[in-house]
């Protein structure tokens, strides 16, 4: 295997985990450095969380240090690697770096006599699996001398890229032989040594529990997902406004997943939740949510209610936690929601969490209007010390943007390569990759960040 790639992308990280998950599926290891001594590699690496001395006193693993490579050494050098590859048994080889190796070369005939010799000695005849790093010079995309990579098996590129702003780092396999890929670009992550992202799916729950609500720390509220309360340092203060705005990469689905567990930490603790939802309103839906949480009918019609802005109900289906918009005047509207909402007409002293769509409040209202029913919600909801959540669509006319002035939090949602990330814009946050984390008995956002 050929791995490539710019100083700072983490070959050495993706070739240490490669050889430590080796190491503990009991298959002997071993790395040959032409860049750092022995002592260094093992220190960086405990510093990881990855022990390596433990199998050195095993004699399952060895590091090979040599730091100078002269061409009248070079059949010297390739005798004592296959030595200590033969000798300590090892399955699985690390060159670090062939580009160091192949710089004594003057003839690119002679850099593929000797990646000839490294396969047909070392990798066919031992059996053991080889990735040799080569070093990609800043600002070039061209791999070594143009032959290693049409001899290797396998060439992996790992990239350190932007997303609004923000580092962004991509695997690309140009190609494993005899292998069909099905995806050729993920993301990844050096964050607990390294870990690439599989493309996004929501995972199903296999034996479903009841939704255990996180206790609210001081003066704020928690988003019923631990990773989502730390990114945001520690929950959402009350009386915040928080706009989440996905890009067309991507679906409900997602949003719905990321932000469920925070209705359903409001629900859970008795308290009220809000919702005027999207054009593609579907009541069946959002109670099916509801209820795969482990939450029961009757918290669901007593503490959740629909804001309907689509059609006016048949008498036979007239639901008591749906409140009828009719579009028109938005304080008229919002007069009625007062006055229809139990928990908002009693005046409890339990804070709320009120969901806004910002494509159904502004289709229904218009700008000018919807732009006044959002300002006024926003200062109801920050004199009650309770919550508001916008959610929007990416948009062309920077819809986004003319509200910034009421929101506290602005959270960006979109898709790269397959998997789903995160960021805040609003306080600026690092990117993270979302993942789903059914262990509890109920989906919820795993998340971790890109570094």
């Not at 192949?102 to 080889?130: E, G, N």
């Not at 925070?262 to 009541?283: C, E, H, K, T, W």
């Not at 949480?293 to 629909?306: C, D, W």
């Not at 993942?435 to 795993?446: N, W």
Request: hydrophobic share 40%; charged share 25%; aromatic share 8%.
């Amino acid at each position: 295997m050929l791995l490539a790639g710019n100083p700072g992308s983490g070959k050495t990280m993706f070739s240490a985990r490669y050889l430590h998950h080796g190491l503990k599926l009991n298959e002997p290891g071993l790395y040959v450095s032409f860049a750092e001594n022995r002592e260094t590699f093992l220190a960086n690496m405990r510093r990881i969380g990855l022990d390596f001395e433990k199998y050195v006193s095993q004699k399952r693993f060895e590091f090979l240090d040599l730091f100078t490579v002269k061409e009248q050494g070079i059949e010297i050098i390739l005798e004592s690697i296959m030595g200590v590859a033969d000798a300590s048994g090892a399955k699985r080889l690390v060159i670090d770096s062939f580009s160091a190796l192949a710089q004594a070369f003057k003839d690119p005939i002679d850099v593929r006599v000797i990646v000839h010799t490294v396969l047909s000695r070392i990798v066919r005849k031992s059996d053991c699996t080889t990735i040799m790093i080569e070093e990609v010079p800043l600002g070039e995309s061209k791999i070594g001398y143009g032959v290693e990579e049409f001899v290797a098996d396998a060439v992996i590129v790992l990239k350190t890229g932007e997303l609004d702003g923000r580092p962004l780092r991509d695997l690309e396999i140009v190609k494993i032989r005899g292998t069909e890929l099905v995806e050729k670009k993920l993301v990844f992550t050096l964050k607990d040594c390294f870990r690439v992202f599989q493309p996004f799916r929501l995972k199903p729950v296999e034996k479903q529990v009841q939704f255990q609500p996180i206790p609210d720390p001081p003066g704020r509220f928690s988003t019923g997902t631990p990773d989502l309360d730390a990114m945001l340092g520690g929950g959402i203060p009350r009386g915040s406004t928080v706009l989440l705005e996905k890009d067309e990469k991507t679906s409900r689905a997602e949003y719905d997943f990321l932000m469920a567990p925070l209705a359903m930490n409001f629900a859970a603790q008795g308290r009220g939740v809000l919702i005027l939802p999207s054009v593609l309103f579907d009541y069946g839906a959002v109670r099916e949510m509801v209820l795969s949480y482990g939450l029961s009918e009757k918290v669901f019609q007593s503490q959740i209610v629909l804001l309907d802005h689509q059609r006016l109900p048949h008498p036979e289906d007239v639901r008591p936690n749906v409140v009828q918009l009719k579009g028109v005047d938005a304080m008229d509207d919002l007069l009625n929601v007062l006055e229809s909402v139990t928990w908002l007409k009693s005046g409890r002293d339990q804070p709320a969490l009120v969901s806004v769509s910002l494509d159904a409040g502004l289709s229904l209202y218009g700008e000018a209007q919807g732009r006044r029913l959002l300002d006024l919600t926003a200062s109801t909801v920050r004199g009650r010390a309770s919550l508001f959540l916008l959610v929007g669509r990416e948009s062309p006319d920077n819809l986004t943007d003319k509200i910034s002035s009421i929101v506290d939090f602005h959270l960006k949602l979109t898709r790269e390569h397959g998997s789903l990330l995160l960021y805040g814009v609003k306080p600026r946050t690092p990117l993270y990759a979302v993942e789903t984390d059914t262990s509890k008995g109920y989906p919820i956002p795993r998340l971790t960040p890109i570094v």
